[in-house]
């Protein structure tokens, strides 16, 4: 399993995924509960890897988990870039619109609440992808 994780100055997202691409556990939890957080769901599932994104805070995180974890899970830093754009869209994939939301345009919706925890699921979906561009 992979733990995907967003880290920020004021909240975080983490999301857990299997390896038969089914997400067991996505949220968005506040910066002081992050590491509590990923504590608790390494003792809940079998995690195999961190991947994290690369920009905001990231290498302070990076060691705040290194120094929680146990050794023997790696941590890979995945470029963020546009990721919030995409969750945003993503977001609208998973909730579809109801009532008069549906009218609004998609690019014009904003999501009622943070999605950082969508954007940890797409961290780990493109170190995926990386991973197969890199086997062929």
């Not at 890979?76 to 109801?98: H, I, T």
Request: hydrophobic content about 40%; some cysteine; glycine content about 6%.
């Amino acid at each position: 399993m992979i733990l995907g994780f967003d880290p920020g100055r004021d909240k975080c997202g983490i999301a857990v995924r299997g390896t038969n691409c089914q997400i067991h556990f996505h949220q968005v939890v506040e910066s002081a509960k992050a590491i509590a957080t990923i504590e608790q769901l390494c003792q809940q599932f079998p995690i195999e890897l961190v991947v994290m994104g690369n920009q905001t805070t990231a290498k302070s995180w990076q060691q705040k988990i290194k120094s929680n974890l146990p050794s023997s899970i790696p941590i890979v830093m995945v470029d963020e870039r546009n990721s919030s754009l995409e969750a945003r869209d993503r977001y609208w994939q998973m909730y579809p619109p109801q009532g008069l939301t549906k009218l609004i345009p998609q690019g014009m919706r904003i999501p009622p609440r943070p999605i950082d925890d969508i954007v940890a699921i797409l961290l780990i979906e493109r170190y995926l992808n990386a991973q197969k561009r890199a086997e062929i």
